[in-house]
């Protein structure tokens, strides 16, 4: 138990409420541990709407067409990401995917992927390098990358593709040389990706638990460290959809903590937390 006076009274009502909510919205299911990490994000918003408690807060979220419900999301969506990070997808992407790709659709010359939950947009960016340097350039191949979000805010970075020097870690110098552009001036201290990879993808802001507006096929999908959140039910509707919209034989690659056992036989195993579409 803290010891520490809260700003605001956050009881075990407002905490259930609040976590009822995200589930609905968003799929995520939080545990007690979460309780605290739930009310420093929130307590930000209370200050900013100038609500006075919990309840009043709680009450505003009822209605999900209020523009706080946007704020309350992006809240509470975790985003922690970072170029090239789970490298191994990245070398198999290149090595192993891709070249058979290019074979199965040599007469259509088309490649779609979908980075579902792409966050600031480096996991993007960093599918978007390897595209580029593994697709020759000259064979007319149309490479296009859906990438999608619940959180506005992290879509606004991704479709900007601008990054403090800092956070562009696990980035080779070539690849800093080739893809992206240093600033100058009071930007001296930031870099932006090519417009030849900006151009290759759309952001979209996306909730995996509507239904899809578009309708496939893709070739690959990554969907990494966003089912850890969710429950095995949830789960299960959410692997199907994708398979619905996912080519035969083509690949998904999900987060280093996550699996499909159990969960789904659309798809099966073929390297470490990538698979492949059989049904």
């Known amino acids: 138990m803290s010891l520490v006076k809260k700003e605001f009274d956050f009881t075990d009502k407002h905490f259930n409420h609040i976590r009822d909510i995200v589930t609905e919205h968003s799929g995520i299911v939080l545990s007690d ?3 605290d990490m739930i009310y ?3 307590v930000r918003r209370l200050r900013k709407t100038g609500v006075s408690n919990f309840d009043d807060y709680c ?6 067409d209020h523009e706080e419900f946007t704020y309350f999301s992006n809240a509470i969506t975790t985003n922690l990401t970072s170029f090239f990070r789970e490298n191994h997808h990245f070398e198999i992407l290149a090595e192993t995917v891709l070249p058979e790709l290019m074979k199965r659709n040599k007469a259509s010359k088309q490649i779609r992927v979908w980075s579902a939950g792409c966050s600031t947009g480096m996991e993007t960016y960093s599918i978007a390098m390897v595209l580029k340097e593994a697709i020759p350039e000259n064979q007319g191949w149309d490479v ?3 990438a999608t979000d619940l959180d506005t805010e992290v879509l606004e970075t991704a479709s900007s593709g601008v990054y403090q020097q800092d956070r562009v870690t696990g980035v080779t110098d070539a690849r ?3 893809w992206f552009m240093k600033g100058h001036g009071e930007n ?3 870099l932006k990706l090519s417009k030849e990879l900006r151009e290759m993808i759309t952001f979209n802001q996306l909730n995996l638990l509507n239904p899809f507006p578009f309708k496939g096929p893709f070739d690959i999908i990554f969907c990494r460290n966003v089912v850890i959140y969710f429950d095995k ?3 299960k509707v959410l692997f199907d959809k994708f398979a619905n919209i996912h080519a035969n034989n083509s690949y998904l690659f999900i987060g280093h903590s996550e699996t499909l056992y159990n969960v789904t036989e659309r798809y099966k195993l073929i ?3 990538v698979y492949k579409k059989v049904i």
């Open 59 to 64: 009450s505003l979220l009822e209605n999900q």
């Open 271 to 273: 390297s470490n937390t």
């Open 233 to 235: 039910a949830t789960q």
């Open 176 to 178: 800093i040389a080739r």
């Open 40 to 42: 420093s994000r929130l």
């Open 188 to 190: 001296s201290e930031k």
């Open 144 to 146: 296009k990358i859906l």
């Open 33 to 35: 541990a979460k309780r």
